[in-house]
């Protein structure tokens, strides 16, 4: 139900913007987040947003990344700035319903940062 996208191959210093799609009735009512998977590793928070716009980022990249929503296309984003190479990992949308209910993740984008 999440689409994400935008990810790709990119130089250590260089950008990217990863975005989401959700359907309404997930947009609206859930904290939409960004997590990451590094090869071998496990998948870890990477940044939120909630329904009135506050944020929160994990320690590794803040400073360099920024979510932001577009709350009439039901889009989210994921500006990436300054990526390392340790930024290599697949890029999962998230979807945390402020109700009940599981998450929702979208298939994951593949951001490739060479140094």
């Known amino acids: 139900q999440l689409q994400a996208s935008g990810g790709g191959l990119v130089q250590a210093g260089g950008s990217l913007r990863l975005s989401c799609a959700a359907p309404?009735?997930?947009?609206?009512?859930?904290?939409m987040g960004w997590y990451r998977q590094g090869p071998g590793k496990q998948r870890n928070f990477v940044a939120k947003?909630?329904?009135?716009?506050?944020?929160n980022y994990a320690a590794s990249v803040t400073g360099r990344f920024t979510i932001s929503k577009d709350n009439a296309k039901n889009m989210v984003y994921l500006q990436m700035n300054s990526l390392k190479p340790e930024d290599t990992s697949i890029y999962y949308c998230?979807?945390?319903?402020?109700?009940?209910?599981?998450?929702?993740w979208g298939q994951g984008t593949l951001v490739t940062v060479s140094s």
């Open positions: 998230n979807a945390d319903p402020i109700g009940p209910g599981g998450d929702s």
């Open positions: 309404r009735n997930i947009f609206s009512t859930s904290v």
């Open positions: 947003i909630t329904t009135e716009g506050a944020t």
